[in-house]
């Protein structure tokens, strides 16, 4: 039995009739870029996420550029984050002009290590960007006490956290804003490039609005230096369709990552430590073992498709080097990015072909040379 990493034609399949005909109703009003299918959206997802606003633009990366635009962070300035995400986090820090400055991340959670980032605040540092990393959320309360105390603004990066929860309330809510990539792979993805940012500031969605349309209020009235990040309107009839079944798909990979807990119990693995204040949403089910490149091949030959986030922490990626950022000064991040292996996850995963992922991944570390890492942190 060969088991996909991912498989969106299976996901994608029972809701085609319904896309087309909404396809069809865009087509037929010629509203392709911004227009009543995205401020619909909106309101959809505003009232999913439980925030005042939400904005649709064109990606997940122009959400978080906008946001720390409408949240003040300017040439100069120092924004606190972490290297253990996706390139996306901090260039929209560097296109802002400001300075990504890295704090490590908790070794059992992967998200913004509190106990850090206080360290790092300096009289340049403008805001906090907690990654809520592979669908489960930063420890969010002791981050925003330290940005109330320095009057600092956050900006959650919640890219992989659709319908996540923190202590009961919707990431993305909890700061200033928040961020959402609807890259076709995350747990509510487009047909091509969409993002979202959702606030509870009506400033900070009043420029957004303005922003994503190149800052226009109404056609050829410019009051700010904005950008084209519109959202087109097919990928908000995708997305509005999509959210209907979004809280059950996360539903169903919280059970997946659970039966996975129980059938990697017994493997020299790490397993993702699900956060006593955390309701995740597994976009990503990683685990850590030791051989990581040699166990990934192997089981690829093995018919069973896995993937790595991330192999390079940003910190040590080329683009970033003029940052000085010294090799080991983020050893947790280091050496989670040497070891992550991501086991496949989306919702219409079966019991069978779970199995078949924990047989086969057995069986892998079984030929691994020793020593084996240990069962858990």
Same mark, same amino acid.
């Given at each position: 039995?060969?088991?996909?990493?991912?498989?969106?034609?299976?996901?994608?399949?029972?809701?085609?009739?319904?896309? /087309? /005909?909404?396809?069809?109703?865009?087509?037929? *009003?010629?509203?392709?870029?911004?227009? /009543?299918?995205?401020?619909?959206?909106?309101?959809?997802? =505003?009232?999913?996420?439980? &925030?005042?606003?939400?904005?649709? #633009?064109?990606?997940?990366?122009?959400? !978080?550029? =906008?946001?720390?635009?409408a949240v003040g962070v300017k040439p100069g300035d120092e924004v606190i984050t972490v290297s253990t995400?996706? @390139?996306?986090?901090?260039?929209?820090?560097?296109?802002?002009?400001?300075?990504?400055?890295?704090?490590? #991340?908790?070794?059992?959670?992967?998200? @913004?290590?509190?106990?850090?980032?206080?360290?790092?605040?300096?009289?340049?540092?403008?805001?906090?960007?907690?990654?809520?990393?592979?669908?489960?959320?930063?420890?969010?309360?002791?981050?925003?006490?330290?940005? %109330? %105390?320095?009057?600092?603004?956050?900006?959650?990066?919640?890219?992989? &956290? $659709?319908? +996540?929860?923190?202590?009961?309330?919707?990431?993305?809510?909890?700061?200033? &804003?928040?961020?959402?990539?609807?890259?076709?792979?995350?747990?509510?993805?487009?047909?091509?490039?969409?993002?979202?940012?959702?606030?509870?500031?009506?400033?900070?969605?009043?420029?957004?609005?303005?922003?994503?349309?190149?800052?226009?209020? %109404?056609?050829?009235?410019?009051?700010?230096?904005?950008?084209?990040?519109?959202?087109?309107?097919?990928?908000?009839? #995708?997305? *509005?369709?999509?959210?209907?079944?979004?809280?059950? *798909?996360?539903?169903?990979?919280?059970?997946? =990552?659970?039966?996975?807990?129980?059938?990697?119990?017994?493997?020299?693995?790490?397993?993702?430590?699900?956060?006593?204040?955390?309701?995740?949403?597994? $976009?990503?089910?990683?685990? /850590?073992?030791?051989?990581?490149?040699?166990? !990934?091949?192997? @089981?690829?030959?093995?018919?069973?498709?896995?993937?790595?986030?991330?192999?390079?922490?940003?910190?040590?990626?080329? +683009?970033?080097? $003029?940052?000085?950022?010294?090799?080991? *000064?983020?050893?947790? =991040?280091? %050496?989670?990015?040497?070891?992550?292996?991501? !086991?496949? @996850?989306?919702?219409?995963?079966?019991?069978?072909?779970?199995?078949? #992922? &924990?047989?086969?991944?057995?069986?892998?570390?079984?030929?691994?040379?020793?020593?084996?890492?240990?069962?858990?942190?």
């Open positions: 039995m060969k088991v996909p990493f991912l498989d969106l034609a299976l996901h994608h399949e029972p809701l085609l009739p319904e896309i /087309r /005909r909404a396809f069809d109703e865009v087509i037929a *009003s010629n509203a392709f870029a911004g227009g /009543r299918f995205v401020d619909q959206f909106d309101r959809e997802f =505003a009232e999913f996420s439980g &925030a005042r606003h939400s904005l649709g #633009v064109g990606n997940g990366t122009d959400a !978080l550029w =906008a946001a720390l635009l995400t996706f @390139m996306a986090t901090v260039e929209a820090i560097t296109h802002c002009g400001a300075r990504p400055v890295f704090v490590d #991340v908790d070794e059992r959670t992967y998200t @913004m290590d509190p106990t850090l980032v206080e360290a790092a605040v300096t009289d340049k540092t403008r805001a906090i960007v907690p990654v809520h990393l592979f669908g489960q959320p930063a420890d969010m309360d002791p981050i925003l006490a330290i940005a %109330k %105390k320095h009057g600092l603004a956050v900006v959650e990066d919640a890219c992989q &956290a $659709h319908g +996540a929860r923190y202590k009961d309330r919707p990431v993305g809510t909890l700061g200033d &804003a928040g961020c959402f990539s609807f890259y076709p792979g995350k747990n509510l993805g487009a047909f091509g490039e969409a993002g979202g940012v959702i606030t509870n500031r009506d400033d900070v969605a009043d420029f957004v609005r303005l922003f994503r349309d190149h800052g226009q209020r %109404k056609k050829y009235d410019h009051v700010l230096d904005g950008w084209n990040a519109r959202m087109d309107g097919l990928q908000a009839v #995708v997305l *509005s369709i999509k959210l209907k079944h979004l809280a059950r *798909s996360n539903e169903l990979r919280r059970q997946h =990552a659970a039966t996975y807990d129980e059938l990697l119990r017994e493997l020299p693995v790490i397993r993702p430590v699900v956060a006593d204040y955390a309701l995740p949403v597994f $976009h990503i089910y990683a685990i /850590r073992v030791d051989h990581r490149d040699a166990v !990934l091949a192997a @089981m690829g030959e093995a018919g069973v498709a896995c993937g790595i986030h991330y192999p390079v922490p940003v910190h040590r990626m080329k +683009a970033y080097e $003029h940052l000085n950022v010294p090799a080991g *000064s983020l050893p947790v =991040a280091e %050496k989670c990015a040497d070891g992550f292996l991501s !086991l496949p @996850m989306f919702p219409e995963l079966t019991e069978p072909q779970l199995r078949r #992922v &924990a047989t086969v991944l057995a069986e892998v570390l079984a030929a691994q040379p020793a020593p084996a890492r240990p069962a858990q942190v």
